[in-house]
């Protein structure tokens, strides 16, 4: 058996030990010699078996062992490079029952980013001024939400805002396919951002500026054509704000995540 | 109001495996709003799937890397293209290996796949690699005929 | 997170070493692990036969292609199969790009894959 330790440069938290060979009882002194080698900071170990032929059950109890202590430092210890191929010859049933598995480092690397460092991931998308589109668009981000773990009533009203806004960036921007409507979002395990930004049509100017009129969001009739999608937008959202100072309208939005 | 063709759409996303099914999901109903069949946006869901599976499989090599994915529909076709943010040697050796040399099933059922299943599925690809290991994949994908509308 | 698939079991009377297994959603890289796992099991407790039903799969890309010829072959050196059946228009379609038609067991209706077995 032998092990590479890789260090991963902008984690200091975080460790890969790429183990290879067998994993037999008789390892696992050299296995504890390598945990014991690294630093008190790390909270979160991967433990790649891609190049292993065999792992004992006691080995699996010594890693559950350090698993418990990763997990006590508010981390984990996951394991990576399994596939079906290595899964049949290991016979591994129950691993994941007690490990978190990945199919390779970089997927745990990510796991560890967004549940353990809570980082924001960040989408952009960039598509025509025209209602056609607003459809999948809405959708795909609401699709992403619950790709992130965000449960089906989070990830509607996401749909529902994004619907509201882009529609609005449609019917008060200049439309053609050459000019693009730009949307980014950033999702992290608590909250959505959104931004969405279209080119202006000045013709159109004075009536969304009518609509983002104080008295206008807090006392909007249902039965005024204009200006229920705004309110809605902003019944479903933590954090609502318009800038229309440049030559595109920006609407900004923030949902916390509720479930 | 019918949608002006040609129209470009663009998105980019984290390299992460999770991203991909509503990107592709995302880019079929964009073909089937733009009036292709369900065929073809079922096809082109799958090319989409694997060039995204190869940008992150191949072409991510930090924590924080991105793709973008670019989707320029035409009245008769779409163009792809794929940008990742740099590979390693090694695996660009393996990512030529497999554009060079078409694939057996029967011998390798876990690499190269998807880049013959995109070739099946396309007219044509494109795959340049710069200076600096950015690859960049270009895709076209022709409507079919008519009747299979 | 996964995309969506769900396995759904059933067994087949009187053959004690098959399983039925409905594949509902897409299969791709996202959940070929989820699913390797499940099947990798039904393998190891004995269920050396399975039966696919593919009725409700929408989807299927290479990683999870590659998977399935897994499936087959891990079966095939346990003395059993690996056997497909309903398979949708497109789906197959992908099998057939990948020339990997004649690697798989593919069969139009569940019942003659069932009736392959005796």
């Known amino acids: 058996m032998e092990v590479n330790i890789i260090q991963i440069p902008d984690k200091p938290h975080a460790i890969i030990f790429q183990f290879s060979g067998e994993m037999d009882s008789d390892k696992i002194g050299m296995i504890n010699d390598t945990f014991s080698q690294i630093n008190s900071n790390i909270n979160y170990v991967i433990v790649n078996v891609k190049s292993v032929q065999m792992i004992s059950s006691s080995v699996i109890g010594e890693l559950m062992g350090y698993r418990k202590q990763m997990i006590e430092k508010g981390g984990d210890l996951v394991i990576a490079g399994i596939d079906f191929s290595i899964r049949t010859k290991l016979n591994l049933i129950g691993l994941t029952k007690i490990f978190r598995i990945f199919s390779d480092p970089r997927s745990a690397l990510n796991a560890y980013r967004w549940e353990i460092e809570r980082h924001a991931e960040k989408i952009h998308v960039s598509f025509p001024s025209h209602l056609k589109i607003v459809p999948p668009v809405r959708q795909l981000i609401s699709r992403i939400a619950k790709q992130k773990g965000y449960g089906n009533r989070d990830s509607f009203r996401l749909e529902t805002i994004v619907d509201e806004i882009c529609n609005n960036a449609v019917e008060h921007g200049m439309s053609g396919s050459e000019l693009s409507i730009k949307l980014n979002m950033e999702i992290d395990p608590e909250k959505v951002e959104l931004d969405v930004t279209n080119t202006s049509d000045p013709e159109k100017m004075a009536s969304l500026k009518a609509l983002l009129k104080p008295k206008n969001n807090n006392d909007i009739k249902l039965d005024e054509r204009r200006g229920r999608g705004l309110a809605l937008i902003k019944m479903l959202t933590d954090e609502l704000s318009v800038d229309c100072s440049g030559t595109g309208t920006s609407v900004h939005i923030k949902k916390v995540r509720e479930e | ?149 | 997170m996964e995309s969506q698939i769900e396995l759904i079991y059933e067994d087949i009377k009187g053959k004690h070493n098959v399983k039925l297994v409905q594949f509902v959603g897409d299969l791709d890289a996202t959940n070929v692990e989820t699913v390797s796992e499940k099947i990798c099991n039904l393998l190891n407790e004995g269920y050396v036969n399975i039966i696919a039903d593919f009725k409700k799969l929408r989807y299927v890309n290479s990683t999870g292609l590659g998977t399935l010829l897994h499936f087959s072959k891990t079966a095939k050196e346990k003395n059993g199969s690996f056997k497909i059946a309903n398979i949708n228009e497109n789906v197959y379609e992908i099998i057939e790009i990948i020339g990997a038609t004649s690697l798989l067991e593919i069969y139009d209706e569940l019942e003659e894959a069932i009736k392959a077995l005796d």
């Not at chain 2, 320029?72 to 792809?80: A, G, Q």
Request: contains cysteine.
């Open chain 2, 1 to 149: 109001m019918d949608i002006i063709f040609p129209y470009k759409v663009s998105v980019r996303f984290p390299g992460d495996l999770e991203y991909i099914p509503p990107i592709r999901k995302f880019v079929s109903e964009l073909l089937q709003v733009s009036n292709f069949s369900p065929k073809f946006a079922y096809r082109s869901e799958i090319i989409v799937d694997e060039i995204c599976n190869n940008a992150v499989n191949y072409g991510c090599r930090t924590s924080n890397a991105e793709i973008e994915l670019i989707c320029e529909i035409f009245e008769d076709r779409i163009e792809f293209t794929i940008n990742d943010q740099g590979s390693t040697k090694e695996n660009l050796d393996q990512l030529m290996s497999v554009i060079k040399q078409p694939i057996d099933p029967e011998k390798d059922i876990q690499h190269g796949l998807g880049l013959e299943i995109v070739r099946m599925l396309s007219e044509n690809v494109d795959v340049v690699i710069d200076e600096k290991n950015l690859t960049s994949v270009h895709i076209v994908r022709k409507r079919e005929d008519i009747e299979q509308k």
